[in-house]
């Protein structure tokens, strides 16, 4: 029974196309974070929120733009894609934004920018 | 830069055996964080050992932290084919982000 609801768990898109990943966290945790993971690189941090604010950004993009319309709802809209974008995006949460917190990760969306 | 790195890229072992994960970093920390990655599935933690201990258990898993050498372990005793899976260390980079290593794949042969 997953906690961490990641929508859909495979996407097809075009280059120059706009997407939306949704996710949703059900263990009424504060902070909600967006990691990527592609195929050459490490687990890479993208953004963290808390209590629905934006803490950090580590997105050097602005076509990343995490949206929160509820405390457990944070999802990730990306807008003129391309193949480089392509990896899986993983949801996370922890009770706070804290250094000795856990990261309660979902299932990821898997991304493929043809 | 990477701020957390396993020193392997993979391992593998027979069932049973016993396999050692090890980690390195490049600054201080407040805590260490182990995690594992099963194929499709999102990383799950396994062990937070803090700067101010030097071994922490979780069943047949031992980390293990030398703040000196600035390096972690991660032993798994009486491996099963279910272990298999892609191991990360993992350390804050300020208050809010996990900075992960690149993994190291560990293939447990029944």
């Known amino acids: 029974d997953p906690k961490i609801i990641q929508k859909p768990k495979y996407l097809v898109a075009v280059t120059g196309s706009e997407k939306i990943l949704i996710c949703e966290q059900y263990?009424?945790?504060?902070?909600m974070y967006w990691y990527r993971q592609s195929a050459k690189k490490p687990l890479e941090f993208m953004f963290s929120y808390s209590y629905q604010k934006l803490m950090d950004n580590q997105t050097a993009s602005s076509r990343f733009q995490p949206q929160s319309s509820k405390k457990n709802h944070l999802d990730l809209q990306i807008t003129a894609l391309k193949p480089d974008d392509s990896a899986t995006y993983f949801c996370a949460s922890s009770q706070e934004t804290n250094s000795n917190e856990r990261l309660f990760f979902g299932h990821g969306t898997k991304l493929s920018v043809l | 830069s990477q701020l957390a790195e396993e020193n392997s890229w993979a391992l593998s072992v027979h069932e049973g055996e016993s396999v050692t994960v090890n980690c390195s970093y490049k600054?201080?920390?407040?805590?260490l964080q182990w995690y594992r990655q099963k194929s499709g599935k999102g990383p799950a933690q396994l062990i937070l050992?803090?700067?101010?201990?030097r071994e922490k258990r979780n069943g047949r898993l031992r980390a293990t932290l030398d703040t000196s050498s600035q390096s972690s372990s991660l032993s798994i005793t009486a491996t099963r084919c279910e272990d298999t899976a892609v191991y990360f260390c993992?350390?804050?980079?300020?208050?809010?982000?996990?900075?992960f290593g690149k993994g190291t794949q560990l293939i447990i042969q029944p």
């Open positions: 263990l009424g945790h504060n902070a």
């Open positions: 993992a350390n804050t980079e300020g208050a809010d982000r996990l900075t």
């Open positions: 600054t201080s920390i407040t805590a």
């Open positions: 050992i803090r700067s101010n201990e």
